[in-house]
């Protein structure tokens, strides 16, 4: 589809077909798209040849078995079953599962026996379970991990798209290792990190042990997250955070790496919106913080737009409506009525195109794509080969 | 004097609701509904607080007004005294509010700020971020308009909520004053973490054993089981969003929730004479019509095939939304239908749809 405005058409193919891309994230508010997004263009990648694996956040259930990711172990990357591997590419899917994968960097980090202490934990089971916050930090490790099995060529992949956690804000993701990076090197960690009693920290801390602690950092701290949070939640954190040093010391590392390579070049954002008024708005924030971060933003994917029936786009709205009164007058009522509907849809199209190009303002350097709102959601390889294709105006 | 006397009595058009939680699907418009939602209340005389949680302004950018901060302001005023304040709930002003309501511990609140425990409490501990927030749109419900607080129920209570009762609260006995809010409307997260976000009390009360977030999450679970609160789900009438607007529903009926509206949002409108899906054939017709006022015939041609296409997609789409509406309204709950705007939502769009739901609400 061709791109609104004075934004340039996102050449998808020249993209893909560069082998110096490996990594593709794909990111936006929730309910845009990603997903399908990220899953298309892994789609058209490996039927053009590339060697592709894509990580999937929460795909739709239809979606994941069309994905081959129906069930079982579904967060180790699979084979997908009905892509055209003629051109010598492949493609493997999985699911981002943040419990299990924090689960592994758990047993690595730990010894068996703390580490499955650390996993009763019942505050861990919290962090881990919980929806917001835990998928961040996860998604970004999954990611490193993925990167790093194809550059060590280990992998049958060697290109990597990711899609995002739906997070409370598109940003959350981009954010988690410097969050991560700050509450670790926050005092509240060094003042929970001390050993609370020679077992480990599972058994009681005495009042006075915590009031200790603190007292001398910055007169009651302890006491007063003792009051708020309760005495036994803050015993839980502190020795879930005890535990959990070790494993995000190591996890914040390699987040900062995978951060860092996301900068170099051969990584790409792709910001995902639909076209309408919230989704532009919270894109429109995502392009400017990538700009800020000095992130490359490789294209701006507008889902569900209203597109025009090639022949009928040559009718503008006004004209349209003017032709519908006539038309009614004469009795046409079948024509007047196609005429109405048009109306309508090119007001709508032009309002979208308008949107996305205030979006983007005088930036030149985002490139837009365009996918055609569809009556039903994708749910098979051949519908995620049409969203592709429409992407790459094919 | 009777409490029910002194409470400001309008009809009450969502059935004694008090706090209406806002949630559907990611995309599927809950701001703007929560958002239409506040105005249409105020519409009707209501004081309305409308309380964001995402830290997204999305509020901000449907009134045209400046982002806000985080605290109670004013953004728009309806008929006969009514008005909508609006809220960002930030985890952060929630955790100094909290510390400084109940413990008067303002300073400590900064000294927590220093060593980054609200760096932890709102990003690492994701569970208790949600209790915070969720806990200062609780406080705000149970508000009355001399300051004191209540259980935010359906009507302002005699007594001051046991556990409520922060120490020195000092809340008067007499109740029978009224709210600070007619109503609160949250625009709370979307279905995929709505049942953590509002049942995160029932866990918490768990982890934390009795201790004070514990006794303030007890409460919310009590307010949020009453009758004084619905839940309403914002839905497309399209394939997933109705998939999870039914899962959110038994997620939400099974935790004891109260439902409120399911509201169907950008529902296509008929156009009459467009929609024909048995059509493909008349192309020749419009051609010859479109011709005869005034297009040139290849052009007319041409025109006419991009046109009964739109009329077929129309049809398909209209035939796949009345599918879906009726799964939804298989949910036993009404289903209140806002039009899908011709071109972009601006504040003009979004007062109609006030005006829409207003209409709609039992």
């Known amino acids: 589809m061709s791109a609104p405005g004075r934004a340039p058409a996102w050449a998808v193919d020249a993209l893909l077909d560069d082998p110096a891309t490996r990594t593709l994230i794909c990111c936006g508010s929730g309910g845009v798209g990603k997903t399908t997004t990220a899953a298309a263009l892994a789609v058209r990648a490996a039927e053009r040849g590339r060697r592709v694996v894509v990580l999937t956040v929460d795909p739709s259930r239809r979606l994941a078995q069309a994905l081959g990711l129906a069930d079982g172990a579904t967060a180790e990357p699979r084979p997908v079953p009905g892509v055209d591997t003629g051109a010598g590419g492949s493609l493997h899917a999985a699911v981002l599962d943040a419990r299990a994968t924090l ?47 194809a550059l060590s060529g280990r992998a049958p992949w060697e290109l990597v798209v990711v899609d995002t956690p739906p997070s409370r804000s598109a940003l959350d993701f981009i954010d988690a290792p410097a969050r991560l990076g700050r509450f670790l090197d926050g005092r509240l960690v060094t003042l929970l990190r001390r050993p609370t009693t020679a077992r480990a920290g599972l058994a009681a801390v005495p009042a006075a042990v915590a009031g200790r602690v603190t007292s001398s950092i910055s007169g009651g701290v302890a006491a007063v997250m003792d009051k708020v949070l309760g005495g036994a939640l803050v015993r839980d954190v502190q020795a879930l955070v005890q535990g959990l040093d070790v494993v995000f010391g190591g996890f914040q590392q390699r987040a900062l790496a995978t951060s860092a390579a996301l900068a170099a070049p051969g990584s790409g954002f792709v910001v995902v919106t639909a076209a309408e008024a919230d989704a532009l708005a919270e894109a429109r924030f995502l392009l400017a913080r990538l700009a800020r971060d000095g992130l490359p933003t490789t294209a701006l994917v507008v889902n569900r737009a209203t597109v025009l029936a090639p022949g009928a786009a040559r009718l503008g709205a006004e004209e349209a409506a003017r032709l519908a009164g006539g038309l009614a007058a004469a009795g046409h009522e079948r024509a007047a009525g196609l005429l109405r509907l048009h109306a309508e849809l090119a007001l709508t199209a032009a309002a979208e195109a308008a949107a996305v190009g205030r979006l983007l303002g005088d930036r030149d350097d985002v490139a837009v794509a365009t996918a055609a709102a569809r009556p039903g959601d994708v749910h098979d390889v051949a519908g995620l080969r049409e969203v592709a294709a429409d992407l790459a105006g094919a | 004097m009777p409490a029910d006397a002194a409470a400001p009595a309008p009809t009450d058009p969502a059935g004694g609701v008090r706090l209406h939680v806002v949630t559907g699907k990611g995309g599927t418009g809950k701001t703007t509904v929560a958002t239409a939602l506040a105005l249409a209340l105020a519409g009707e005389g209501r004081r309305v607080l409308l309380c964001e949680v995402e830290g997204r302004q999305g509020v901000a950018r449907l009134l045209e007004v400046d982002d806000l901060p985080p605290r109670e302001t004013e953004v728009a005023e309806g008929a006969g005294g009514g008005r909508v304040v609006a809220l960002a709930v930030e985890p952060r002003s929630a955790l100094l509010l909290y510390l400084d309501t109940f413990y008067r511990q303002g300073r400590a609140g900064a000294a927590l700020e220093k060593v980054g425990a609200v760096d932890f409490i709102t990003a690492v501990a994701p569970g208790l971020r949600d209790i915070l927030l969720v806990g200062m749109v609780y406080e705000a419900t149970r508000r009355r308009v001399d300051g004191t607080r209540g259980s935010g129920g359906t009507e302002p209570d005699a007594q001051p909520d046991a556990d409520g009762g922060a120490p020195g609260s000092g809340a008067p006995a007499s109740g029978a004053v009224p709210w600070a809010y007619d109503a609160v409307v949250l625009d709370a997260p979307p279905t995929g973490r709505i049942g953590a976000f509002l049942g995160i009390g029932d866990e918490l009360a768990a982890l934390a054993g009795g201790g004070p977030i514990a006794g303030q999450a007890a409460s919310v679970a009590r307010l949020l089981r009453s009758p004084a609160t619905a839940v309403h789900l914002v839905s497309l009438l399209e394939d997933l969003p109705v998939q999870e607007t039914v899962e959110a529903a038994a997620e939400l009926a099974d935790a004891g929730l109260p439902l409120g509206l399911v509201v169907a949002n950008r529902v296509l409108g008929e156009v009459p004479g467009a929609a024909a899906d048995d059509a493909a054939e008349d192309a020749a017709g419009v051609a010859a019509a479109l ?43 009404p289903v209140a239908v806002l039009p899908q705007a011709p071109g972009a939502l601006d504040l003009a769009g979004l007062y109609a749809l006030a005006d829409r739901l207003g209409e709609q609400l039992p």
């Open chain 2, 291 to 333: 011709a005869g006022a005034g297009l040139d015939g290849a052009a007319a041609r041409e025109v006419a095939d991009g046109l009964v296409r739109q009329g077929a997609a129309r049809a398909v789409a209209l035939a796949g939304q009345r599918r879906h509406h009726e799964v939804l309204a298989g949910l036993g709950r």
């Open chain 1, 103 to 149: 689960d592994a960097l758990v047993d690595d980090a730990l010894p068996p026996e703390r580490a499955a202490q650390l996993k009763r934990n019942p505050v861990y089971g919290s962090v881990a379970g919980s929806f917001s916050g835990t998928q961040e930090y996860m998604a970004m490790e999954r990611l490193g991990q993925l990167r790093e099995a």
